[in-house]
């Protein structure tokens, strides 16, 4: 097998969920792909980080150049609902349900020690800022993964709602366990519709 086509099968089982057979026919059927299509690909893969930018209010992700995203821009979503989630993988599971009409917070993972994932790691502070400055009371609806990490990150967020004595201006929920997955990017839809529906005050 060529060397080029070697490096290119290694780079692709690299990708998340791919293994090595799949990754050698992605290969060679990018071997044998249409010339645009290669150009176009190659292209969208060296411009991806600076065509994109965090959401100013959300930290979801959103095209360069714009400071808040489609979702946080939209006058029809509920903005006294924000959905806390771990990542923007996780925004999108929900949106895909049709059923949230909320905002949302990406806080970027999930707190980890053993994965060297600290408090200090995620967009907490910026999701207190909005909490401190909403006019009304809002719902803070606890979307975190169903796992250790989920709960430590549940718990820690909790404690330091009621340690910066921003209690009265929230009501805390969080999803009930009705999921088909530890992950919530892995749930179907009628899990994730029903974990929502079912949700508890905390």
């Known amino acids: ?19 090595e057979n799949r ?16 150009k176009e690909l190659r292209e969208n893969i060296l411009t991806i980080k600076e065509n994109t ?34 990542e923007y993988l996780d925004l999108l599971t929900l949106e895909q349900s049709w059923w949230y009409t909320g905002v949302y917070h990406v806080l970027g993972w999930a707190i980890s020690p053993m994965n060297w994932v600290f408090v200090g790691d995620l967009n907490f502070s910026k999701l207190f800022t909005r ?8 719902e ?17 967020l909790c404690e330091e709602i009621e340690k910066r004595k921003l ?23 009628m899990s994730l519709v029903s974990a929502m529906r079912e949700r508890k005050e905390i």
Request: proline share 3%; net charge negative.
């Open 140 to 156: 803070i609806i606890i979307a975190t993964n169903p796992n250790l990490e989920g709960e430590a990150t549940s718990t820690f």
């Open 23 to 38: 990754a050698t026919k992605l290969a060679f059927f990018m071997l044998w792909a249409n010339e645009n299509y290669l």
């Open 167 to 189: 209690k009265h201006k929230v009501t805390l929920t969080r999803l009930s366990r009705w999921l088909s997955s530890w992950y919530i990017e892995y749930a179907d839809t």
């Open 53 to 86: 930018a965090s959401c100013e209010t959300c930290w979801s992700i959103t095209d360069a150049g714009k400071l808040s995203c489609s979702i946080c821009n939209n006058e029809n979503r509920n903005h006294s609902q924000i959905c806390v989630v771990e």
């Open 131 to 138: 909490i401190q400055d909403a006019d009304n009371k809002i």
């Open 1 to 19: 097998m060529p060397e080029a086509l070697k490096r290119l099968i290694h780079n692709i089982s690299l990708l998340p969920g791919i293994g």
